[in-house]
């Protein structure tokens, strides 16, 4: 059945009236999605109105698909308006509730810290800062030149044992092989290289070997290197500077041992032993039961060793030390296990 034109825009005066009374109303978004489907979906009034206008005589059908096309216009506009509102209203309301409520307890703000290792490190270069000693640094991947065969450790030197190398590089010809630096001893000879006497520098970094983990041993673990090169440098400085630093870092109290070693690079070489904390001298696992944790090992630099890094050993001298930095917090505080430092538990963190 064919409505007349009139009665057509009626109906249509009609569904927009209806419609706006009922959005003004709607506070809600799934109300207002099923206003949309009875006003603008498919099977709503509007729809079935316009598809109606294909009935009509051509001129009617122009006049009230224009009105029909209105209608359809204002509905989508009102509709995309108290979207907005609604959207708005809520808004407001969540931030109504997240208002400042001074009388609340306040809220923790978790601070980082420096890691263990980091604070000693700091702490250990600011005793020979104290001591006039300037803080250097080298390579973690390092040449076999620098690393071994200067320091007076060619190939098959039996002394290669002492250190079991990551190697970045399988061919060893000539030094030319690249490896991860069992020690911060390589940077002597750089450092010889570039400057002249008097030299006295500490060298903190990272060292990597290939050796089975323990309570005492970890495959990459910290050292601090020191150098001083000068006219007249003895064994006596060399004793006294280490002696100072243990005092300094562990107290006047604690139990120093200096004894006799071997490093191909030194000559004579030391070691410096400390008395254990975890037991206090008794023997434990620290220690390996000895009642003493070796921190470092050091020497007069070997006249070879300067040689090569051209420094005259008739007209200088000087001493070198490297020692373990992870062991110091471990003697001062009496932690039995090397690998907790590197375990990222937050519980065993947290207390330094
Ligand atoms: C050296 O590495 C020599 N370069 C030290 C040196 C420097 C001697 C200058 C003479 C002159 P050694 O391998 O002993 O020496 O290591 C020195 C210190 O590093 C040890 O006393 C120990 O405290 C620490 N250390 C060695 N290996 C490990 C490891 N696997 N884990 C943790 N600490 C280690």
């Known amino acids: 059945m064919t409505l007349p034109t009139k009665a057509v ?3 249509l005066e009609q569904i927009q009236k209806q419609a706006s009374e009922e959005l003004e109303k709607i506070n809600d978004p799934k109300e207002l999605q099923l206003w949309k489907v009875r006003y ?7 729809t079935q109105v316009l598809r109606s206008l294909a009935t009509l005589p051509l001129e009617e059908r122009r006049k009230v698909g224009v009105r029909g096309n209105e209608v359809k216009n204002i ?4 509709l995309a308006e ?3 509102i609604l959207e708005e209203a809520r808004i407001a309301s969540s931030l109504k509730y997240k208002k400042l409520d001074v009388t609340l307890p306040g809220q923790p703000l978790s601070v980082g810290r420096l890691h263990p290792i980091t604070q000693t490190l700091e702490e250990i270069c600011d005793i020979f800062k104290g001591m006039g000693f300037q803080v250097i640094e080298g390579p973690d991947v390092e040449w076999d030149y620098y690393n071994f065969e200067a320091l007076n450790i060619p190939q098959e030197h039996p002394a290669r044992d002492m250190f ?5 590089d399988a061919e060893v010809e000539g030094g030319k092989a690249r490896l991860l630096r069992t020690h911060t001893s390589p ?3 750089r450092l010889m290289e570039k400057k002249r006497p008097p030299i006295r520098v500490v060298v903190p970094g990272r060292c990597y070997r290939y050796e089975a983990t323990d309570a005492t041993h970890e495959s990459m673990f910290y050292q601090v290197e020191g150098l001083a090169i000068d006219k007249n440098i003895t064994m006596a400085d060399l004793k006294g500077t280490l002696f100072e630093f243990c005092r300094c870092l562990f107290g006047e109290e604690r139990k120093i041992r200096f004894r006799c070693d071997y490093f191909p690079f030194v000559e004579p070489g030391a070691e410096v032993a400390i008395e254990c904390l ?3 001298g008794a023997g434990c696992r620290v220690c ?3 009642g003493w944790v070796e921190i470092l090992g050091a020497g007069m630099v070997h006249p070879d060793v300067l040689r090569r890094g051209g420094i005259d050993p008739k007209a200088y001298s000087g001493f070198a030390f490297g020692m373990g930095v992870e062991r110091m917090p471990m003697l001062r505080y009496g932690i039995d296990d090397i690998r907790l430092f590197y375990g990222n538990d937050l519980r065993f963190l947290k207390q330094f």
């Open 82 to 84: 108290r979207e907005k």
């Open 187 to 189: 940077v002597q000879i």
């Open 9 to 11: 825009l009626q109906q």
């Open 75 to 78: 509905l989508e506009s009102s």
């Open 40 to 46: 603008l979906g498919r099977k709503s009034r509007l």
């Open 278 to 280: 975890a037991c206090h």
């Open 288 to 290: 390996g039961y000895t």
């Open 164 to 168: 079991a190398t990551l190697w970045v």
